[in-house]
């Protein structure tokens, strides 16, 4: 029932743009592990990160995901803002990787705001921005073995969280990354006798340091 647009608020403190937001804006709290969006979804508002990160992920039509980038604070999703904007409903799924604090704009103000230079330039970079970011995904997928997709997968949520723990099951992860539970399985357990990763119940830590110094 959201979209996501990218925009850190403050960049629109003092401008006519700033008033605007601060007259229609609205503050929501979810913790981590919880659901913002899902496909199908009918986008009302767009969700503005202020605090914590979203992990965004696209599903087929057979419900098969795959893990595509993260929304850090003062950013969002402009494949959902597309959605916005042209009425159709929502392609992606976001979960909260960490608590969360997100600025709620409702979706009509996507396009009346085109009107501010801001606001443009906002979008414009938001979108460039998950263009680059959805090239480096289909790199990976297209020509990485799973278990470097695998390796990528857990740097990249350890980078949007700060914390070297990984919350999810292998099954949590393997979903994440289209790939059977048994290989996933497989790969960490080979991770962890690397000294890469420390297994546990339910999640798992990563040792970046371990990693980088093995290079």
């Given at each position: 029932?959201?979209?996501?647009?990218?925009?850190?608020?403050n960049?629109?403190?003092?401008?006519d743009?700033?008033?605007?937001?601060?007259?229609?804006v609205?503050?929501?709290s979810l913790?981590?592990?919880?659901?913002l969006?899902?496909?199908g979804?009918?986008?009302?508002?767009v969700?503005?990160?202020?605090?914590?990160?979203?992990?965004?992920?696209v599903?087929?039509?057979?419900?098969?995901?795959r893990?595509?980038y993260h929304?850090?604070p003062?950013?969002?999703?402009?494949m959902s803002l597309?959605?916005?904007?042209?009425?159709r409903t929502?392609?992606?799924?976001?979960?909260?990787?960490?608590?969360?604090?997100?600025w709620?704009?409702?979706?009509?103000?996507?396009?009346e705001?085109?009107?501010?230079p801001?606001?443009?330039?906002?979008?414009?970079?938001?979108?460039a921005?998950?263009?680059g970011?959805?090239?480096?995904t289909?790199?990976?997928?297209?020509?990485?073995?799973?278990?470097?997709q695998?390796?990528?997968?857990?740097?990249?949520?350890?980078?949007a969280?700060?914390?070297a723990?990984?919350?999810?099951?292998?099954?949590?992860?393997?979903?994440?990354l289209?790939?059977?539970?048994?290989?996933?399985?497989?790969?960490?357990?080979?991770l962890?006798r690397d000294?890469?990763?420390?297994?546990?119940?339910g999640?798992?830590?990563?040792?970046?340091?371990?990693?980088?110094?093995?290079?």
């Amino acid at each position: 029932m959201f979209a996501f647009v990218k925009a850190p608020a403050n960049m629109f403190s003092g401008s006519d743009l700033g008033k605007e937001f601060d007259k229609v804006v609205i503050k929501r709290s979810l913790a981590a592990g919880s659901e913002l969006m899902q496909p199908g979804d009918v986008i009302t508002h767009v969700p503005i990160v202020e605090k914590g990160s979203l992990r965004i992920l696209v599903q087929d039509g057979e419900g098969h995901e795959r893990f595509l980038y993260h929304i850090m604070p003062g950013e969002s999703c402009a494949m959902s803002l597309t959605c916005c904007s042209s009425n159709r409903t929502s392609s992606v799924r976001a979960v909260v990787e960490e608590d969360a604090e997100l600025w709620m704009i409702p979706a009509r103000y996507t396009d009346e705001w085109m009107v501010f230079p801001e606001w443009r330039r906002y979008v414009s970079d938001n979108q460039a921005q998950r263009f680059g970011e959805l090239l480096e995904t289909i790199e990976v997928v297209a020509f990485h073995k799973m278990d470097e997709q695998l390796w990528d997968y857990l740097v990249k949520r350890v980078h949007a969280t700060g914390s070297a723990i990984v919350k999810g099951t292998h099954e949590d992860i393997a979903n994440e990354l289209n790939s059977p539970r048994e290989v996933i399985t497989r790969l960490l357990q080979q991770l962890q006798r690397d000294g890469r990763v420390t297994l546990g119940r339910g999640s798992l830590e990563v040792h970046l340091a371990t990693s980088n110094s093995g290079s």
